[in-house]
C-alpha cells in the first residue's frame, strides 16, 4: 500500500485539534482551540470558510447536512452544514464535553464530558436523552457501534466500558488503560472504533498495540503491533470497507494494518513528529485526513489502491491456482493496473517512506508472471501455435505464485529488509529576517534597528511604508508598490526593494538611495529572464541579492554591478552590517524534522575574505532557522523556532554559543517572541510579544520588550554556577572589543577596561569562594584565567587564609605570567623591527637611486616629498636637512662630525637617526636607549645582504633617512636595543663606549636574545642586593637552581628593614645613572649576571603592577 504523504497546512492555534469528512467526502471539516471551524475543499485550499463556534472547540462530527461541535462553553452544539448557521443547543453538561460522534445513521449523537457522564441524544428532538453513569474520572471519548444497540466509551479512570443503549447499563468493561486525573493529564485520547457495516470487532487503542474485542462474547481475541511504534496510540480508525483499520500515535507515527492478516501494510510518520490527535478515513476509502496538537492538517493519498484486502487475494489466488491460463491473465489484469497506479504515486511522493505492505510483496511476487509471460503472450496469439506453449509455460508459475500469495505472514518476501531510516525534511523557504509572512494583506516587509517598512495590499491600496527610528537620518516616506516588491531592506543610507518575476516581467530590485548627494536618487536592474530575488541585504556602501539561480550578485550602494559568485544551495536569508555579509543557504537534505543549512561570512572591505566557510549552522532538533542578523557591534546572531539564541563566538574558533531560549518567558505554548534587535552593550535582546501566534499584527503599533541573556550553564542557582554563567557571558558579550579594534574602528575604551575589571572580580570572588571550600586546585585554576595583577591579589587573599601551599603555587603562577608578559612584549617588538628595518632598506635603495641629486644639493625639496615624517623631529634636525647629504656607499672620506645629541625625558623625543661625531662618545646611557643613535645597534634585514656587503665599509657612517615615529614608546625602545649576537660582542662595546660609527651586521646575523636586552635596563634594589649575596645563598643552599636562588632571595630581602631595603633602592638607582656607571663593568658583568637578570625582569612586572591595582583588591565595601 504505497501512499504519499502530502506536505502539512496551517489550520488552527496550537492545540487539540480534531477531523472529519463530509458524508460525500468532498470537504473536510476541522476544529481546534481556537474556536473556530474549518471547511476545507481540499488540501490545496488557500482559504477554507470558517466558522466560529465558542471559544474552544475539542470535537467535531458530521452528518447528513448537521455539523456537531462540543464546545468549551460545556454544550454541544449544532450548526447547519455547509452554510454554518446555528441550530441550536443539542445538550448540556456541568464541564467540558471531550468527545462527540453520530451514529451510522445520523439519527443519534453521543458525547462524554469531564463530569463523568455519557450522553446520548436524538438529534430531531433533543429533548429525548439516555444519560449513562458509571465512570469514576472524565471520559475521553464515546463510540456507538452500526447497529445502535451498544455505546463504548473510555475513561480516565483506566477503564473502557461497553453500554446497553436500551437498558442503560454496563455490558462489559477493561481495565486496559492508565489512570489519570484529567484529560489533560491522560497519556492517550484512546479514541474508540467499532468495526464498520458488522460492528464485530472494537478496536482499542492499549498503550504501544491495539487490542480488538469481540461483540459477541466481549472477549480479547487479538491485538495489532509494529515495531515502528514507540510511543502510546493515540487515535484509531476503520476504513469505510471495515478491512483495514488505521492509527495514530503521540509520536507522529501513522500507521495501517490488515485485520485479517494482522498485518502492517503502511507506516509514515509525521514530518515534525508532532501528535496525531485526530484522523479520518474518506467514504471512498481513497484517503485519511489526520490533524496534529500544532493545529496542521495533513492527507494520506493513494490508500484506495489498497482497498481490496489481503485475504480477498489471498481468496482469489486460492481459488484461481487451479484454473486455465486464460483466466490466470484475467485475475492480474487489475493487479498490473494498481501496480502501475503505485508506481505512479511513489514518483510523486519525494519524501514518501518506501514500505512494502502485504499486496506489494504479492504483487512483486507474482511480476514475472504477470508481466513478461503476459507480455509474451499477448505476442504469441498473433501465431496459431502460441496457445499450447503459452499454457505450458505459466501451468507451473501460478502455483508458485500462489503459495507465497496464500501464507503471507510467513513468506519470505515479507521478512525482506525494508527501510525504516530517517525520512528527509521539507527544505525551509527562502525568507527575510525581520519581516511578516508574504500571504499577509498588512504585514511588516522589515523590522530592523534603523526603521520599519510596512506593506499594504488590500482593495483599497497597494503601497509601502518605510518609518525611521530617528527621524535625524531620514524623514517617513510613503511608496506606491506598482511593481509588487515583496521584499525589503533598510540601512542608514538606502531602502532597497525586490520582486519575484511573472511570465512577461522580469525580477527587479528598486534601491532608493536617500544618502546620495546628487538629484538621482534611485536606480533599478532588471534580472536575468527566468531568475528571480530570494534574498537581499544592505551593507556599508554595497547591496548583495541572492537570487533562484543559487547566485549572489553584488553592487555598490550607487548602483554599479561588481562582483558575483555561485552559493552551494538555495539561499535560506542574508543579512549584512558594515562590511560584513552574511548568508544562510541549504547544504543538504535534513532528516527527521532537522534543516540542514550552511552558512558563509564574507567581509567586503579593503582586503576581501571569507570568515566562515560554509560551515553547518546549528539549530535544535526539528526546528527550522526564524531570524538571522547582526547585533548592533557586528556579531552573527541567529535565532531557530524554538527559541533558542545563539551567537557566534569568534575566540572559539567562530562556534554558536547559545545565549537565550525565548521559550523560557513565555507564558504557555502558542505565545512566541518575535525578534528586532539584539545589543551585547548593554546585553539586551529586543523582541515583540506575540500572544497566541509567531508573528506581530501591523495594526495597532507592537510594543517591543527586553529580554536578558542567560547561558544555559549547569547549577545556575548556586553562586558558583551564577558566578561562572556571568563570567562566561561577560567574556563573550566583549568579544566585539577586538573585533572592532581589529577592523579599524573605534571602541570604548572605558567600557572596555570596565568590562574587564568586572571580569576579574568575578574571578576573585569565584577564588575567593573555592578558597573557603578548600578547593585548592579549583583556585589555581582560577588564576589562571586572572590577569598577572590580579594574580597578585590572590596570593595576598591565599596568605591571609593561611594556605602557604596555595600561595608558594600561585608565586610560580605570576612568575610564569610575568615571563610571558615579557615574551609577548618582545616578540611584538621584533615584529616591529622586522617591519621598520624592511622599511629602512627599501629607503636606503631609493637614496642610492637618487644619489645625484644629493651631491648637487637638490634633495630639500624631494625629501619633504618622500619623507613628511622629518618635520615632527626635532628643529636642531631642520638645520642639518639643508646640508647636503653624503653618499653612504662612496670608498674613503669621512663621515663630518656632528654634535652627539641630548638626552631627554620619556615624553620629549630628539631624531634617533641623526650620525654623531666619528671621535665624540655619546652621553647618553644603556639605561635610556631612547636618546642612543638607533643605528649604533641596529641589524639590518637579510632581505639583499649582496647590495649591503659589497658597498658598505665599517668605517663609513650611512645617513639613513628616518622612520615614521610610533606611538608606542615600547616599539622604539626596543629598536634602540636591538644589537648583534655573541659573535660580534667586541663590535658591540665599540658602539657602548662611543664610536658613533654605523656598523653594518652581516646579513645572516640574528638579533640578540631576550638576556642581553634585559642586561640594559635599569637594576633594582633587589637585583643589586642579589648580585652581592649570590654567593653567599650558593654557599648554604649548593644544590639550588637558580629559580630557587631568587625565592630564598627573595625570602631573605623581605626580611630586611624597610630602611635597608631602601638604601639598595638608592644605590640601584645610583649606579644606573650614566655619569657613576661605567660601561667596561657592565660589559663584564654581562656573562655573570645574565640569568640574575632575567630572574629579576620576571619578577620586576608584578613589583610595577601591583600598586596600579592595589585598590581592586578589597574595594567592594
Given at each position: 500500500m504505497p501512499c504519499e504523504r502530502k506536505p502539512m497546512r496551517y489550520g488552527h492555534s496550537e492545540g487539540h485539534t480534531d477531523v472529519c469528512f463530509d458524508d460525500e467526502g468532498k470537504c473536510i471539516v476541522t476544529c481546534g482551540s481556537d474556536g473556530d471551524v474549518r471547511i476545507w475543499e481540499s488540501l490545496d485550499d488557500d482559504d477554507p470558510k470558517s466558522i466560529n463556534v465558542g471559544e474552544k472547540v475539542y470535537s467535531v462530527a458530521l452528518k447528513n447536512g448537521k455539523l456537531v461541535t462540543a464546545v468549551s462553553n460545556n454544550t454541544v452544539q449544532i450548526h447547519t452544514f455547509p452554510d454554518g448557521d446555528p441550530d441550536g443547543i443539542l445538550t448540556r453538561f456541568t464541564t467540558n464535553a471531550n468527545h462527540v460522534t453520530f451514529n451510522a445513521s445520523g439519527s443519534r449523537v453521543a458525547a462524554g464530558s469531564s463530569d463523568f457522564l455519557v450522553k446520548i441524544v436524538e438529534v430531531a428532538d433533543s429533548s429525548q436523552q439516555k444519560t449513562l453513569r458509571g465512570h469514576d474520572a472524565p471520559v475521553l471519548s464515546v463510540a456507538l457501534d452500526p447497529s445502535d444497540e451498544f455505546l463504548a466509551s473510555s475513561s480516565c479512570d483506566g477503564s473502557v466500558t461497553v453500554w446497553s443503549i436500551e437498558s442503560q447499563a454496563q455490558v462489559a468493561q477493561w481495565k486496559v488503560l492508565q489512570k489519570s486525573s484529567d484529560v489533560s493529564n491522560a497519556k492517550s485520547l484512546c479514541r474508540l472504533a467499532w468495526q464498520p457495516r458488522s460492528g464485530k470487532l472494537l478496536a482499542v487503542p492499549v498503550d504501544l498495540t491495539i487490542q480488538l474485542y469481540d461483540k459477541n462474547t466481549w472477549t480479547h481475541v487479538s491485538t495489532l503491533s509494529d515495531d515502528l511504534i514507540t510511543q502510546v496510540v493515540n487515535v484509531v480508525v476503520w476504513s469505510p470497507c471495515g478491512k483495514f483499520l488505521a492509527a495514530g500515535t503521540v509520536g507522529g507515527n501513522l500507521l495501517i494494518w490488515d485485520v485479517e492478516a494482522k498485518l502492517c501494510i503502511e507506516r509514515q510518520k509525521h514530518e515534525k513528529g508532532f501528535t496525531v490527535c485526530g484522523m479520518a478515513w474518506h467514504p471512498s476509502g481513497g484517503r485519511i485526513a489526520y490533524t496534529d496538537t500544532e493545529g496542521c492538517l495533513g492527507l494520506l493519498e493513494g490508500v484506495s489502491s489498497s482497498s481490496p484486502s489481503s485475504s480477498s487475494a489471498i481468496q482469489n489466488t486460492k481459488a484461481t491456482a487451479a484454473k486455465e491460463t486464460n483466466d490466470y491473465d484475467d485475475l492480474f489484469d487489475e493487479d498490473d493496473d494498481r501496480m502501475l497506479d503505485e508506481g505512479m504515486s511513489d514518483s510523486r511522493s519525494p519524501v514518501k517512506k518506501p514500505i512494502m505492505d502485504d499486496d506489494d510483496d504479492d504483487d512483486d511476487d507474482l511480476m514475472p508472471a504477470t508481466g513478461r509471460p503476459r507480455n509474451r503472450g499477448s505476442f504469441l496469439d498473433d501465431d496459431d501455435n502460441s496457445q499450447d506453449p503459452g499454457s505450458v509455460k505459466l501451468d507451473g508459475l501460478p502455483e508458485e505464485d500462489g503459495s507465497s500469495a496464500i501464507h503471507p505472514a510467513v513468506a519470505p518476501a515479507v521478512a525482506r529488509p525494508v527501510y525504516e531510516g530517517p525520512m528527509p525534511t521539507q527544505p525551509q523557504r527562502a525568507f527575510q529576517p525581520g519581516s511578516t509572512p508574504v500571504h499577509l494583506m498588512h504585514r511588516f516587509m522589515m523590522w530592523n534597528s534603523v526603521g520599519i517598512i510596512r506593506g499594504y495590499n488590500d482593495d483599497q491600496d497597494n503601497a509601502i511604508d518605510v518609518e525611521f527610528h530617528d527621524t535625524a537620518v531620514h524623514h517617513a516616506m510613503h511608496l506606491t508598490n506598482t511593481l509588487g516588491h515583496t521584499m525589503a531592506d533598510l540601512s542608514q543610507e538606502a531602502v532597497l526593494l525586490a520582486c519575484e518575476g511573472t511570465d512577461e516581467l522580469a525580477s527587479k530590485i528598486q534601491c532608493l538611495h536617500f544618502s546620495c548627494w546628487d538629484t538621482h536618487k534611485d536606480w533599478m536592474v532588471d534580472l536575468p529572464k527566468g531568475e528571480d530575488v530570494r534574498a537581499l541585504c544592505l551593507g556599508q556602501g554595497w547591496v548583495a541579492v541572492a537570487t533562484s539561480a543559487l547566485m549572489v550578485r553584488l553592487f555598490s550602494i550607487g548602483g554599479v554591478q561588481k562582483e558575483i559568485f555561485s552559493l552551494p544551495g538555495a539561499v535560506v536569508c542574508m543579512a549584512g552590517h558594515g562590511e560584513q555579509l552574511l548568508i544562510v543557504y541549504h547544504r543538504g537534505t535534513g532528516f527527521d524534522g532537522d534543516q540542514a543549512l550552511g552558512v558563509q561570512l564574507l567581509h567586503l572591505g579593503r582586503k576581501r575574505r571569507q570568515v566562515i566557510h560554509g560551515e553547518p549552522l546549528p539549530l535544535s532538533r526539528k526546528s527550522y532557522l526564524a531570524w538571522m542578523g547582526f547585533t548592533a557591534e557586528g556579531t552573527p546572531?541567529?535565532?531557530?523556532?524554538?527559541?533558542?539564541?545563539?551567537?557566534?563566538?569568534?575566540?572559539?574558533?567562530?562556534?554558536?554559543?547559545?545565549?537565550?531560549?525565548?521559550?523560557?518567558?513565555?507564558?504557555?505554548?502558542?505565545?512566541?517572541?518575535?525578534?528586532?534587535?539584539?545589543?551585547?552593550?548593554?546585553?539586551?535582546?529586543?523582541?515583540?510579544?506575540?500572544?497566541?501566534?509567531?508573528?506581530?499584527?501591523?495594526?495597532?503599533?507592537?510594543?517591543?520588550?527586553?529580554?536578558?541573556?542567560?547561558?544555559?550553564?549547569?547549577?545556575?542557582?548556586?553562586?558558583?554556577?551564577?558566578?561562572?554563567?556571568?563570567?562566561?557571558?561577560?567574556?563573550?558579550?566583549?568579544?566585539?572589543?577586538?573585533?572592532?579594534?581589529?577592523?579599524?574602528?573605534?571602541?570604548?575604551?572605558?567600557?572596555?577596561?570596565?568590562?574587564?575589571?568586572?571580569?576579574?572580580?568575578?574571578?576573585?570572588?569565584?577564588?575567593?569562594?573555592?578558597?573557603?571550600?578548600?578547593?585548592?586546585?579549583?583556585?589555581?585554576?582560577?588564576?589562571?584565567?586572572?590577569?598577572?595583577?590580579?594574580?597578585?591579589?590572590?596570593?595576598?587573599?591565599?596568605?591571609?587564609?593561611?594556605?602557604?601551599?596555595?600561595?608558594?603555587?600561585?608565586?610560580?603562577?605570576?612568575?610564569?605570567?610575568?615571563?610571558?608578559?615579557?615574551?609577548?612584549?618582545?616578540?611584538?617588538?621584533?615584529?616591529?623591527?622586522?617591519?621598520?628595518?624592511?622599511?629602512?632598506?627599501?629607503?636606503?635603495?631609493?637614496?642610492?637611486?637618487?644619489?645625484?641629486?644629493?651631491?648637487?644639493?637638490?634633495?630639500?625639496?624631494?625629501?619633504?616629498?618622500?619623507?613628511?615624517?622629518?618635520?615632527?623631529?626635532?628643529?636642531?634636525?631642520?638645520?642639518?636637512?639643508?646640508?647636503?647629504?653624503?653618499?653612504?656607499?662612496?670608498?674613503?672620506?669621512?663621515?663630518?662630525?656632528?654634535?652627539?645629541?641630548?638626552?631627554?625625558?620619556?615624553?620629549?623625543?630628539?631624531?634617533?637617526?641623526?650620525?654623531?661625531?666619528?671621535?665624540?662618545?655619546?652621553?647618553?646611557?644603556?639605561?635610556?636607549?631612547?636618546?642612543?643613535?638607533?643605528?649604533?645597534?641596529?641589524?639590518?634585514?637579510?632581505?639583499?645582504?649582496?647590495?649591503?656587503?659589497?658597498?658598505?665599509?665599517?668605517?663609513?657612517?650611512?645617513?639613513?633617512?628616518?622612520?615614521?615615529?610610533?606611538?608606542?614608546?615600547?616599539?622604539?625602545?626596543?629598536?634602540?636595543?636591538?644589537?648583534?649576537?655573541?659573535?660580534?660582542?667586541?663590535?658591540?662595546e665599540d658602539c657602548q663606549s662611543g664610536a658613533e660609527k654605523v656598523k653594518l651586521a652581516p646579513a645572516a646575523t640574528p638579533p640578540v636574545s631576550a638576556e642581553n636586552i634585559e642586561n640594559r635596563k635599569p637594576k633594582t634594589g633587589f637585583q643589586l642586593w642579589l648580585e652581592e649575596n649570590r654567593k653567599s645563598i650558593l654557599a648554604d643552599n649548593p644544590d639550588f637552581e637558580e629559580m630557587d636562588v631568587i625565592k630564598e632571595g627573595m625570602g631573605r630581602f623581605r626580611t630586611l628593614s624597610a630602611e635597608e631595603r631602601l638604601n639598595w633602592t638608592e644605590r640601584a638607582k645610583g649606579d644606573s645613572d650614566p655619569k657613576k656607571r661605567k660601561r667596561e663593568d657592565e660589559a663584564g658583568q654581562v656573562d655573570e649576571h645574565m640569568e640574575s637578570d632575567e630572574g629579576s625582569a620576571k619578577k620586576k612586572k608584578p613589583l610595577d603592577t601591583s600598586a596600579k591595582l592595589s585598590a581592586f583588591a578589597f574595594n567592594k565595601e
Open positions: 546572531c541567529c535565532i531557530d523556532s524554538e527559541g533558542v539564541v545563539r551567537m557566534l563566538n569568534r575566540t572559539l574558533g567562530n562556534t554558536w554559543t547559545p545565549v537565550c531560549n525565548t521559550r523560557d518567558a513565555c507564558k504557555s505554548k502558542s505565545d512566541h517572541y518575535w525578534v528586532v534587535g539584539v545589543h551585547e552593550n548593554p546585553q539586551q535582546l529586543r523582541c515583540i510579544p506575540c500572544k497566541g501566534s509567531r508573528f506581530p499584527p501591523t495594526l495597532p503599533r507592537p510594543a517591543v520588550a527586553v529580554l536578558p541573556f542567560n547561558l544555559p550553564y549547569c547549577q545556575t542557582t548556586t553562586e558558583k554556577g551564577q558566578m561562572e554563567e556571568q563570567y562566561w557571558r561577560s567574556m563573550l558579550f566583549h568579544n566585539h572589543y577586538g573585533f572592532l579594534s581589529s577592523s579599524g574602528y573605534e571602541i570604548d575604551s572605558e567600557g572596555q577596561s570596565q568590562a574587564e575589571k568586572e571580569q576579574q572580580e568575578l574571578l576573585m570572588k569565584m577564588f575567593a569562594l573555592s578558597c573557603k571550600l578548600e578547593r585548592e586546585f579549583r583556585c589555581v585554576e582560577l588564576a589562571e584565567l586572572m590577569t598577572h595583577s590580579v594574580v597578585t591579589l590572590a596570593i595576598r587573599y591565599a596568605s591571609r587564609s593561611r594556605r602557604m601551599a596555595l600561595a608558594q603555587r600561585l608565586s610560580e603562577l605570576a612568575l610564569e605570567k610575568a615571563n610571558q608578559l615579557q615574551e609577548e612584549e618582545q616578540e611584538e617588538d621584533e615584529m616591529a623591527y622586522q617591519s621598520h628595518t624592511s622599511r629602512e632598506y627599501r629607503g636606503s635603495n631609493q637614496m642610492s637611486s637618487r644619489q645625484a641629486q644629493v651631491e648637487n644639493g637638490c634633495e630639500e625639496e624631494e625629501e619633504e616629498e618622500v619623507y613628511p615624517q622629518e618635520e615632527q623631529m626635532d628643529a636642531e634636525e631642520s638645520t642639518e636637512t639643508r646640508k647636503p647629504r653624503l653618499n653612504p656607499f662612496i670608498k674613503g672620506g669621512k663621515s663630518p662630525e656632528r654634535p652627539s645629541p641630548k638626552p631627554v625625558s620619556k615624553e620629549g623625543r630628539v631624531n634617533p637617526f641623526k650620525v654623531s661625531g666619528a671621535g665624540k662618545s655619546s652621553s647618553s646611557p644603556a639605561g635610556q636607549p631612547r636618546t642612543t643613535n638607533v643605528l649604533d645597534s641596529m641589524t639590518m634585514s637579510s632581505r639583499k645582504p649582496a647590495t649591503l656587503s659589497g658597498t658598505s665599509k665599517p668605517g663609513k657612517a650611512p645617513v639613513l633617512k628616518p622612520l615614521a615615529p610610533k606611538s608606542k614608546s615600547k616599539t622604539q625602545a626596543t629598536l634602540l636595543q636591538m644589537s648583534a649576537s655573541k659573535g660580534n660582542s667586541k663590535k658591540q
